[in-house]
């Protein structure tokens, strides 16, 4: 390996720490919202007495997600996040077999 090659490479790990820690500081923020007042709401067409999932929009694109039959376990997902699983989601990406 020369010198260029171990400095690309020294940048990139940096850059790929930087990345990962301003991942983790918008989750820590996610997660220290205080989302007790926001509004739930299912699928289209379901009822709030039925078994379903249910999303919360939050500040800045983010979501929680949430069943409806254990509402006091909550994911919540940064914009990106959401962004990905719905693109993958109607890609068939999670469709079971």
């Known amino acids: 390996m020369t010198d260029a090659d171990t400095s690309t490479t020294g940048a990139d790990g940096a850059a ?4 990962a820690a ?3 500081r918008q989750k820590d923020e996610l997660y220290a919202l205080d989302i007790s007042g926001v509004s739930w709401e299912g699928a289209p067409g379901t009822s709030p007495d039925e078994e379903r999932v249910e999303i919360a ?7 929680a997600m949430r069943s409806s039959l254990d509402k ?3 994911l919540r ?3 990106a996040e959401w962004d990905a699983f ?3 989601a109607r890609d ?3 469709d079971l077999r």
């Not at 790929?16 to 990345?19: E, I, L, P, Q, T």
């Not at 929009?57 to 979501?63: D, F, H, K, Q």
Request: hydrophobic letters at 35%; aromatic letters at 8%; proline letters at 4%.
């Open 22 to 24: 301003e991942k983790q």
């Open 16 to 19: 790929d720490a930087a990345r």
């Open 72 to 74: 006091d376990t909550v």
């Open 57 to 63: 929009r939050l500040p800045e694109g983010a979501v």
């Open 77 to 79: 997902y940064t914009k």
């Open 92 to 94: 068939g990406e999670f």
């Open 86 to 88: 719905v693109l993958g």
